[in-house]
């Protein structure tokens, strides 16, 4: 994609930055999110937020976005300063917000939850469906953003409700428009549509605030970087001024190597080694839902110790009940299905079926010892054993928590995931499925995944590993074998097709064929 | 937990009981009525003397401990049993019914018996929601409360036709054998051995929640089902089978212990709506059973109190309702800031 040096002009134009944050402070409890953060956004720029777990970025856009209030600082939008009282409050201002935990009404379909919060139609009072579909229809041609109007949320994944929730805030059409990491479930085609929809909204003379975690999508499409660690402002630069390993040393203060980012290509021969016996294996399984649809259709599989496994697949095309079928889960309504007793399992919606919010580290790391007769007598838990394991997760996987009697729900993302990855790979189990592991994680917290997977596939331990990824380059990076999930069935990705296009072209294929 | 958040909830009961004072001296004040004179008679009828504590407070308390121990075991697994008084009046009659027919059994073998028959009692009514809405998707709130009614007048029928008293002169059942009786735990007192009952289950109940495996899938459906059963890989529908069976056990002991330690008979209108008060005892307690004690004997004292303010200051008992209205909502104010302001929901 070209980059256009409009960000320079549109500054020097309109010389007042849309939005500019000042010393802005944040405490959540003990826990301090955000200490003095700075950040200036101009209109007619794409201003990418980067930052590791817990560096303040999404309390950064909670305070932009009304939903939080700041305990010192200032606010200015268009010059002048503001309290933000509300989300409705920021709106009005003319900021529009993209979550990262959705905002959608589950029970509600793609097109209601568009028309939510859109002007009233008729007398005030019934919603705008037929404006909002003719405007999301436009929209959606206009972005590649592919959604069902017509499904309720519930139906649809984590991908396609992302996508949702973009249209959702694109259709309001706000002068400031405020992304939280929309890009980890999407497939390399919608990024870049994505990004070019970002490009034309800032020479429409908008600002884009992109809270981002992939580097080089930030090298892509941004024109100005502010880097956050620790609450504090790092880094504030022109993209022109920058480059990889300064936004990394501005992130997490050293340098740091991902198996993902060196380049997959050039490690996964020399990774190998043999691989061991069958620790899972489905043989022609038929996966329905309670509808009779088809899910899983006829898929074969097995998984070897000491390999890792990634199947790839734009969301919905099966890949979900595949890893809830090898995780022991769900049963299959036909074909023969060996996975062993006790498995790991790292969910990919974290906050709903990850982790219990109340519960503390200790009663979460619980979930899934409870079955283990290591850390239970007779009818009781070892809750002491327990809490010394929840402490070595803590230390090892890093989840930065005071300690481990603190709530999961005052975690930020990030240090969820950490404890998510951590309870299952702690024990070592035989299999391990991963499902968008390093979704929303930060460069730091997914390198440190991604060498997990590979360590405990590697180590004497010899795990299997299925790696279930929307993320191409995630996948491509650490298998040793990639396979792609569409349209239910199971598809293997021989030498020749292993590349980016190759395997996006198979991800795509079932649905362009149909479309 | 940490201390500090185990005794938040303490401090927040507290201050929901004094804020609800306040507000209830002022409405006082503005009907009419002297409020300290109420308050004086409320609280001699509920503390001022040995009698009215032993004999009517805490034996107020002893149905809303149960009763407030099923709500809270209900609630913490994520099943809205609404239904304990229904399943009160279930263990009540099944209670009746074997210490009637156990006449002449010795005493360490009836009154255990009456208990259990009251427990599985309570259970078989709360069976009818669970199976509603584990085999067919039936929302729990709605049916408990049915089942409340059909309790209710299943004690009424039964009164007045099948088990009415030998005599036929009162809507009530013979009185229960000597032998099925609770003994009394003070001599001179009224207080029976169903408060030990009570205390004994609030604190096996906590310990099951905090120790057991079993407590540990109760509270973790309750939290939050789609974890628990991704996550814990825990049998949500079995855990959610056990909290209603739990929970409707405990509401049925209520009833038997009421009519074997208090009334020695059933009849119409035995339970004025512990049932329902137990709802508002659970939560001012957060759900957890050590608190329930706490809680429990609070409104016991209220009832207990609102006897005396009704003789003494000659204000109509309902005042008192109101008055367990305001701190229930007191309560839920209080709980909703402290949240804020401890900062529950955190994404950094």
Wanted: hydrophobic residues 50%.
């Amino acid at each position: 994609m070209e980059r256009t040096p409009s960000a320079g002009l549109a500054r020097s134009e309109h010389g007042q930055p849309s939005v500019r944050l000042a010393g802005v402070t944040r405490r959540f409890g003990p826990v301090v999110a955000l200490a003095g953060a700075d950040l200036v956004l101009h209109a007619g720029e794409v201003h990418a937020l980067l930052g590791e777990n817990g560096a303040g970025k999404s309390t950064l856009l909670g305070i932009l976005g009304g939903m939080l209030r700041p305990d010192a600082g200032t606010v200015e939008i268009g010059g002048a300063p503001v309290v933000l009282r509300s989300p409705r409050d920021a709106r009005s201002r003319g900021v529009g917000l993209v979550h990262q935990h959705f905002a959608l009404v589950p029970a509600l379909s793609v097109v209601e939850n568009l028309a939510l919060g859109q002007r009233s139609g008729r007398g005030g009072w019934a919603l705008p469906h037929e404006r909002v579909r003719a405007e999301a229809i436009a929209m959606i041609r206009r972005t590649g953003l592919e959604v069902p109007l017509d499904a309720t949320i519930e139906e649809l994944g984590v991908g396609e409700r992302q996508r949702v929730e973009i249209l959702k805030a694109l259709l309001r059409d706000p002068p400031i428009l405020a992304l939280d990491e929309p890009t980890a479930v999407l497939t390399p085609r919608e990024v870049d549509a994505l990004f070019d929809l970002l490009r034309e909204l800032v020479r429409g003379g908008r600002a884009v605030l992109l809270v981002a975690h992939k580097i080089d999508e930030v090298l892509r499409v941004a024109d100005r970087v502010t880097v956050l660690r620790q609450g504090r402002t790092t880094l504030s630069a022109p993209r022109a001024e920058i480059d990889a390993p300064t936004l990394i040393r501005a992130m997490v203060g050293r340098d740091i190597q991902d198996a993902a980012a060196v380049g997959w290509g050039s490690e996964r021969g020399a990774r190998g080694g043999a691989v061991g016996e069958p620790v899972a294996s489905l043989d022609k399984v038929r996966v329905r839902e309670a509808s009779g649809r088809l899910r899983l259709d006829d898929v074969s599989l097995t998984v070897c110790r000491g390999e890792i496994v990634g199947v790839a697949g734009v969301e919905g095309n099966g890949q979900r009940e595949l890893a809830l079928l090898l995780a022991g889960r769900i049963a299959a309504d036909e074909g023969i299905v060996r996975v062993p007793a006790r498995s790991g399992f790292v969910p990919q919606d974290r906050t709903r079926e990850g982790l219990i919010a109340d519960f503390d580290l200790v009663e979460n790391v619980a979930l899934a010892l409870h079955d283990d007769a290591r850390f239970r007598r007779g009818m009781l838990l070892r809750w002491a054993e327990i809490e010394q394991r929840a402490e070595e997760v803590r230390a090892r996987f890093g989840v930065r928590a005071p300690d481990v009697r603190t709530r999961a729900g005052a975690l930020s993302g990030g240090n969820q995931q950490r404890l998510v990855v951590g309870r299952e790979l702690a024990g070592s189990p035989e299999l391990v499925v991963a499902e968008n592991p390093t979704r929303g994680l930060d460069f730091a917290a997914t390198a440190f995944v991604h060498e997990e997977l590979v360590r405990l596939a590697r180590a004497e331990a010899r795990s299997a590993i299925v790696l279930v990824s929307t993320d191409l380059d995630e996948v491509l990076a650490l298998s040793d074998r990639v396979l792609v999930m569409t349209r239910g069935s199971l598809v293997p990705v021989d030498e020749a097709h292993r590349t980016r296009e190759g395997v996006g072209a198979l991800m795509l294929g079932g649905r362009d064929a149909v479309a | 937990m940490r201390w500090r958040e185990r005794a938040a909830p303490v401090g927040v009961g507290a201050a929901a009981v004094a804020a609800a004072i306040l507000l209830s001296g002022v409405l006082l004040g503005l009907g009419g009525y002297a409020p300290l004179d109420a308050g004086r008679a409320l609280l001699g009828g509920a503390f001022g003397s040995a009698d009215a504590f032993f004999s009517i407070t805490l034996v107020r308390s002893v149905p809303l401990l149960l009763t407030g121990l099923a709500v809270a075991l209900a609630f913490r697994a994520g099943v809205w049993n609404i239904g304990a008084e229904g399943q009160l009046y279930a263990g009540a009659i099944a209670g009746v019914w074997v210490g009637l027919l156990g006449a002449g059994l010795p005493a360490w073998v009836l009154g255990p018996s009456v208990l259990v028959a009251a427990a599985l009692g309570g259970a078989v009514w709360a069976l009818v929601p669970a199976l509603m809405r584990l085999r067919l998707g039936v929302g729990e709130v709605i049916t408990t409360i049915l089942m409340n009614f059909l309790g209710i007048h299943l004690a009424a029928f039964l009164v007045h036709g099948p088990l009415q008293e030998a005599r036929g002169v009162f809507p009530q059942t013979d009185q229960i054998d000597p032998a099925a009786r609770l003994p009394v735990l003070l001599s001179g007192t009224r207080l029976h051995v169903g408060f030990i009952v009570a205390l004994l289950l609030a604190v096996g109940l906590s310990l099951f929640l905090r120790r057991t495996r079993l407590g540990f899938h109760v509270r973790a459906v309750g939290a939050s089902r789609d974890a628990a059963s991704v996550a814990g890989r825990i049998d949500a529908r079995r855990v959610t089978l056990v909290a209603f069976l739990g929970s409707g056990a405990l509401a049925g002991l209520a009833g038997g212990v009421e009519v074997a330690g208090v009334t020695y008979a059933l009849y119409e209108g035995l339970s004025p709506g512990w049932g329902y008060t137990a709802i508002a005892v659970a939560l001012l307690a957060r759900l957890e059973p050590m608190a329930v004690l706490a809680t429990g004997v609070l409104f016991g004292a209220l009832e207990s109190g609102a006897g005396a303010m009704q003789r003494d200051a000659a204000i109509p008992a309902v005042w008192v309702i109101a008055i367990q209205a305001l701190i229930i909502l007191a309560v839920l104010a209080l709980d909703q800031l402290r949240r804020r302001g401890v900062g529950g929901a955190a994404s950094v």
